[in-house]
């Protein structure tokens, strides 16, 4: 566990270069590289515009330590429903 | 950072023994086995007591997935913090 939220510490430090804040451009490559498994539409640059939209609680056009862990609350989030989906399944099939 | 994602997902759902709560003991266990590295005092089921306490947003005396992924936060931050500080000794140091 420690070394997954050393990665999730990690991967933003590097994709902001060390910055507190992500801008557009490296929010954008950080979604293609990491989530594009996870992630519908992340070829879309619209589409990553818009959920930066979505995180930017302060409106700055960046996106902070705080909000980047919101996106990761939320990914966590569906793999944990679709985890629980498929073990419903399985249960339900047996 | 999938992989990441997921090691926080399938630890709370092996921990919750697929259950939506984390019952203290259960809790207790997984702060001692997962965060003796990150945390003081994991030795101490009084201070652990403690910390759920503060999660518990709905105060239901259990950790929800939500109240899991705020500990997450905390400890993202910790670490990003101690990781900000090291780099700017060494910037202070050169």
Redesign the interface.
Known sequence: ?????????????SSSR?KDNLDSKSFQKLVQK??S??MEDTNSSKKIKEMQAGLDANNDGKVS??EY?TL??Y???C??DS?TNS?QAASDAS
């Open positions: 566990m420690e070394g997954a939220i050393k990665t999730l510490v990690t991967t933003f430090i060390g990491q989530f498994g996870m330590f705080q862990l990761i609350g990914l966590a989030n793999v944990s985890k073990s």
